[in-house]
């Protein structure tokens, strides 16, 4: 019985569509992530993105689903990678957890191995037309940030090291506003060097510590 031939001409089986099977997520996810932080959110394209992750439109939309939960992955990412690298509740008192914090931003924010300024700020500024899920989601960030802030001050009038009369709240919410403005500083190109000293300015308008505060400063010199 002879076997059946088949036609030189006969057409191929249409190839696979999705990821390449060499796919790294984690790196495409960074590189999405570094668009996102040069861009912001609306002005980056898929084209933009895609170029970047080295990967095609449909790869993108089977990996992360769509631009919005790119962004998102991306943001998780960039709090990891960055915000976490700082753990500024350790220091001994409230004061020197926030000059901690606000040092560590100057040096980030103008660093050379990335864009310059903040992803989350970024997101912010170009999110207009982006969706609710989105937009929440950015807010809920810096809400949380903010009340990680407030609580670390609220430790330290607990503690005996800020004046009991001091407003969390209100300390809170002025260090905050100084670090957004220190990340839009840092994006118009000031230099480290002026960030670092908006911070000792900054620092002066703290609460002074009381003698409590003052013992505890001293034994974690």
């Given at each position: 019985?002879?076997?059946?031939?088949?036609?030189?001409?006969?057409?191929?089986?249409?190839?696979a569509?999705?990821?390449?099977?060499?796919?790294?997520?984690?790196?495409?996810?960074?590189?999405?992530?570094?668009?996102?932080?040069?861009?912001?959110?609306?002005?980056?394209?898929?084209?933009?993105?895609t170029?970047?992750?080295g990967?095609?439109?449909?790869?993108?939309?089977?990996?992360?689903?769509?631009?919005?939960?790119?962004?998102?992955?991306?943001?998780?990412?960039?709090?990891?990678?960055?915000?976490?690298?700082?753990?500024?509740?350790?220091?001994?008192?409230?004061?020197?957890?926030?000059?901690?914090?606000?040092?560590?931003?100057?040096?980030?924010?103008?660093?050379?191995?990335?864009?310059?300024?903040?992803?989350?700020?970024?997101?912010?500024?170009?999110?207009?037309?982006?969706?609710?899920?989105?937009?929440?989601?950015?807010?809920?960030?810096?809400?949380?940030?903010?009340?990680?802030?407030?609580?670390?001050?609220?430790?330290?009038?607990?503690?005996?090291?800020?004046?009991?009369?001091?407003?969390?709240?209100?300390?809170?919410?002025?260090?905050?506003?100084?670090?957004?403005?220190?990340?839009?500083?840092?994006?118009?190109?000031?230099?480290?060097?002026?960030?670092?000293?908006?911070?000792?300015?900054?620092?002066?308008?703290?609460?002074?510590?009381?003698?409590?505060?003052?013992?505890?400063?001293?034994?974690?010199?």
């Open positions: 019985m002879k076997k059946s031939a088949v036609p030189v001409d006969a057409p191929k089986p249409p190839k569509r999705g990821r390449p099977r060499s796919f790294d997520r984690e790196s495409a996810l960074a590189a999405a992530m570094d668009v996102f932080w040069k861009k912001g959110f609306e002005a980056a394209s898929i084209s933009d993105l170029e970047a992750m990967i095609n439109p449909p790869s993108l939309y089977a990996a992360f689903g769509d631009k919005e939960q790119l962004f998102l992955e991306a943001m998780e990412r960039y709090e990891r990678s960055r915000g976490d690298s700082c753990p500024y509740s350790d220091e001994a008192t409230a004061r020197a957890a926030i000059e901690r914090l606000l040092t560590y931003m100057a040096t980030d924010l103008t660093g050379s191995d990335h864009p310059r300024g903040c992803m989350m700020l970024m997101a912010v500024a170009t999110s207009a037309n982006a969706s609710a899920r989105l937009k929440k989601a950015v807010t809920d960030k810096r809400v949380a940030a903010r009340e990680h802030l407030r609580a670390r001050i609220k430790r330290g009038i607990e503690e005996g090291d800020v004046p009991r009369g001091a407003d969390a709240s209100a300390l809170a919410d002025f260090y905050s506003t100084v670090m957004n403005g220190m990340a839009m500083m840092a994006r118009d190109g000031v230099s480290r060097r002026s960030l670092l000293a908006t911070v000792e300015q900054a620092m002066q308008l703290f609460p002074a510590s009381s003698a409590r505060g003052k013992r505890r400063e001293a034994a974690a010199a």
